[in-house]
């Protein structure tokens, strides 16, 4: 069985910064393209930002200059640094991994999430 498992969110101010942590755990062979997606209250779930294997990122123009995504493989392990956060950042956050079984099989996983919330 898979988990990935995300840590970090809370209420910060706006202008502040959080890290969020996700740690991927079970039978896993090789973690593909890992990837931070967010909802909003009455809103539709989007890509925040993604990292492939090697090291590549992409990010929603929102969060460009402001959110960092990064990982550590070892660890098997993505992070996303969020700087200068907005009001329009709250949402929960959910943790996304595309990863190959030790027993076969190829899934793409989500974590529980996690709120950030953003408020003065």
């Known amino acids: 069985q898979v988990q990935l498992v995300e840590s970090g969110g809370g209420l910060v101010q706006p202008g502040q910064s959080l890290r969020l942590s996700c740690v991927a755990s079970?039978?896993?062979?090789?973690?593909?393209?890992m990837a931070w997606y967010r909802q909003a209250p009455g809103k539709q779930r989007e890509l925040v930002a993604r990292i492939s294997s090697g090291g590549s990122t992409n990010y929603a123009d929102s969060v460009k200059g402001r959110f960092t995504i990064s990982r550590d493989n070892a660890k098997n392990t993505v992070y996303l640094q969020m700087n200068s956060l907005e009001p329009e950042d709250t949402a929960v956050y959910y943790c996304?991994?595309?990863?190959?079984?030790?027993?076969?099989?190829?899934?793409?996983?989500w974590g529980q999430g996690t709120q950030v919330t953003v408020s003065s």
């Open positions: 996304n991994g595309a990863l190959s079984l030790v027993a076969g099989g190829f899934g793409d996983y």
């Open positions: 079970g039978n896993i062979l090789r973690i593909f393209t």
